[in-house]
């Protein structure tokens, strides 16, 4: 997982160089404690003043976003003030990158028990792989 930060440069936010690592077999318990990790993590670094290279090229150490990403699945978990968590899929379109599912998006809403989150990225998973 991997947290953002707002690029001035690119005036869009951006991965900073951080990768939280869920290793397998894991538990929701451990799903969601990463995911509040990396969002707690979002918008703590500058991403203009970090290396030109990726976060996810450096973690795999491939040269190359596109050769970097070649298997994987996307989605993104963030919090919006107003309506809460939300979580939304996304598909890759070849020599395009990843495209977000707006119409598969998945808003829990600003209360959450424990295990929303975990169930609802493992359908954003699945909803990924489509």
Known sequence: MIPIGYSKKLKS???INIVNELESPFSDENVEEK???TLDQCFTKNPDELI???PIELYFNIKGW???IRG???FSCFWNDEIGYVIKPARKV????FHFQKEEEIVLGKSV???????SMKIAIEKSKK
């Open 13 to 15: 936010d951006v991965d």
């Open 35 to 37: 995911l509040l990790l």
């Open 52 to 54: 030109n290279t990726t």
């Open 66 to 68: 596109s050769n970097a």
């Open 72 to 74: 994987l699945i996307y």
């Open 94 to 97: 070849p020599n395009k990158g």
């Open 113 to 119: 028990k424990p295990g929303d989150l975990a169930n």
